[in-house]
């Protein structure tokens, strides 16, 4: 009976997982492009002022676009989240809303800053309590993104960790300054788009932190053989290059668009996206319009 019922369970985790991962793959042009350009224009929206006030800044369609941008990385390394990555990832939340709230409160180690809207409900009313989900994906796409390109060299930790907790960094070199852009939230002053030098460094100390939990979390030949079998688990970031990186070209913050090409590049690198995944992608009224021409 005990062993039936472990073998129903799961059964019903593949089965759920396949179900999962049909859905994602149907829908990849959906989520991967359509969503970060329209959350691209509605943010510059919102920001310039040309939305209705129920539109403006919503938090629903903030979370809720999020989530489904978040959607394909989450999908993908579900197989590979037993209890022991929970647990890390688990730390690493508490290590996010903790260095964010000691932020917000004494100016260290980002720089004076505070949230200009409100991102979702509000942890004790100083930070946003989806937090993780806007922070935690990010460092996990740097870290996938520098498996796939640094090959055999990956194998020296050293290098691995270096080089991903530097892709973090890059990361935020896209996302504040179009953050700031578009009033998610506002510095004192900084010499980088409105965003100081202080915030970088506390994005290497927040970097360091999150690269190591997340290496301690997987096993990284399991992880590196999902990586490589899921042709939709880095998504996440390309929504991520599209929406920030094209923010970014609209308010002429030139560096930043061009760190988000660099992302483009290492994308391109790892031979998974090209003009015919794009093309398959899209929906098929559309994959057979481009098709005939």
Do not use: H
């Not at 578009?182 to 994005?203: I, K, L, M, Q």
């Not at 590196?224 to 599209?242: K, Q």
């Amino acid at each position: 009976m005990t062993a039936t019922s472990g073998q129903t369970g799961r059964i019903d985790r593949a089965t759920v997982q396949t179900r999962l991962e049909t859905l994602i793959s149907e829908n990849r042009f959906t989520i991967a492009v359509v969503f970060p350009v329209v959350g691209a224009l509605t943010l510059v929206g919102s920001a310039e002022g040309l939305l209705p006030a129920p539109l403006e800044y919503n938090p629903l369609l903030i979370l809720f676009g999020t989530l489904v941008m978040r959607s394909p990385l989450v999908v993908g390394l579900l197989p590979k989240i037993g209890w022991w990555a929970i647990g890390c990832l688990g730390l690493l939340t508490a290590y996010t809303y903790a260095i964010e709230i000691v932020g917000v409160r004494t100016d260290w180690p980002y720089g004076a800053f505070e949230y200009t809207i409100q991102l979702g409900p509000m942890l004790f009313g100083e930070v946003p309590l989806a937090l993780p989900l806007f922070f935690i994906p990010l460092v996990l796409n740097a870290y996938l993104l520098t498996l796939l390109v640094l090959g055999p060299l990956a194998d020296n930790p050293v290098v691995r960790l270096l080089s991903a907790i530097a892709a973090v960094v890059a990361i935020d070199l896209v996302l504040d300054p179009a953050a700031v852009a578009v009033g998610f939230w506002a510095f004192d002053s900084g010499v980088y788009y409105g965003v100081p030098v202080s915030n970088y460094v506390g994005w290497v100390i927040s970097g360091t932190v999150a690269v190591v939990l997340v290496d301690l979390a997987f096993d990284r030949e399991a992880l590196l053989e999902r990586v490589r079998e899921c042709t939709f688990i880095l998504d996440d970031l390309v929504s991520f290059v599209l929406l920030w990186g094209s923010i970014n070209l609209l308010y002429g913050n030139w560096i930043a668009a061009a760190v988000a090409g660099v992302f483009c590049l290492g994308l391109f690198s790892t031979d998974r996206y090209d003009l015919e995944l794009v093309i398959d992608a899209m929906p098929q009224p559309i994959r057979t319009r481009v098709g005939n021409r």
